[in-house]
């Protein structure tokens, strides 16, 4: 079950569970639309994988299923985040 962490964990932008700015990779990895689509390129910076806009958890489920609390806030270094960016954002995802 997805976690649903509150924020983004570049600009630490609140995305609560509703939120449709939620961008998500495999790992969970959690960004903003902003900074997972202009800047990071649809190139996930700790997995290299790319980003999906997050699944909204219904609200009559937050009770028995609560979203995370727990605050993910790590920026990323930008010069290292532009090599890696320009490494993959031309290959397709299911050929990275």
Known sequence: MLEIRPNCEHCNKDLPYNSEEAMICSF???????????????????CSGNFIQRPIRPSFHLKKYPVS????????????????????????????
Do not use: D, G, H
């Open 28 to 46: 969970e990895c959690t960004y903003c639309k902003e900074c997972a689509l202009e800047l990071f390129e649809n190139v996930c910076p700790s």
């Open 69 to 96: 609390k727990e605050r993910v806030f790590i920026p990323k270094n930008k010069n290292l985040t532009k090599q890696n960016t320009e490494a993959y954002k031309n290959i397709i995802p299911i050929k990275r």
